[in-house]
């Protein structure tokens, strides 16, 4: 698809735009008329972003997923996030999926998104990704394999073979073209904040965000970065209008994200939610 010179933001865009148009459409061929129409397209549809995103059916396409654990959207979603290269968007869904619906390849998804994201999807630098993230991974490798998927297997044994240690020294990962990503992979808070205020700006579900902010708050014990963690996991309960809340296990998650970030200094929360224009809010919670 040649679509590399147009911004991330509208790239992000036109990928929801395009898959709405996908799911709208009733007739067998939905995925082939949603492949062509993408590759045809070289310069933004500027009528389409003017008119902007009917994000309310957005949000109801996600709802099956986040409430029924509908695997046919699912899967879809998951075709057309990897087809714009948003993968590091699209872990919340898999780890909902997994934790939520036990669904055997979302814990293969959980893992590979992580994979590709940190490290370029390349395992043999397994041991450059933080003991918490890695833990995380594995548990959803593990469960994938019990599943006996096969790819899940042969990863399982591949990282046997390697011995995870966690020790070897962070090459970041040359996948992103965003200068602001590229910048937050090394660890920049400026540029990860700019990300952050980026997703809120087009009005995307915090779940977007989950990556970012596990990364920042696991790899760098960025302490911001774990209260978006717990806005990205459970902000969408309120972004959604979820009526069934988290899985057990995705709350635990959650809310212990939430502790490590109720330890900053009240001062230093109202710096970052007032100074720096952070949106996380704990009244959320209550």
Sequence with gaps: MKMSHLGLKTQGVLFTVLFLLALGCKHEQALERFTALADSLVEPNTEILETGIPMDHFRLIQCDILN???TNYYKRYKEYMFKGDYVERFLFWPLVMANKFDYPPAHLDVFNCILESYVCGDLK?????DPT????MSYHLERAAKFKINEAMIISN??????????DAYKGCDKYSDKNELMAIKGDTTAYK??????????FPPCHF???????ANKYDYRMAYGHVYESLNDNNYYF??????????AKMADSYLRKYESISVAEQDYYNGIQGWSFNRSNEE
């Design 68 to 70: 029924d654990g509908d």
């Design 125 to 129: 630098r397994i041991n450059e990704i």
């Design 133 to 136: 993230t890695f833990d995380l």
């Design 158 to 167: 591949e990282i046997d073979s390697i011995k995870y240690h966690g020790m």
């Design 194 to 203: 700019t990300l952050y205020i980026g997703n809120t700006e087009l009005d």
């Design 210 to 216: 989950l990556f970012w902010a596990l990364f920042m």
């Design 241 to 250: 209008n979820d009526d069934h809340g988290l899985d057990r296990r995705t």
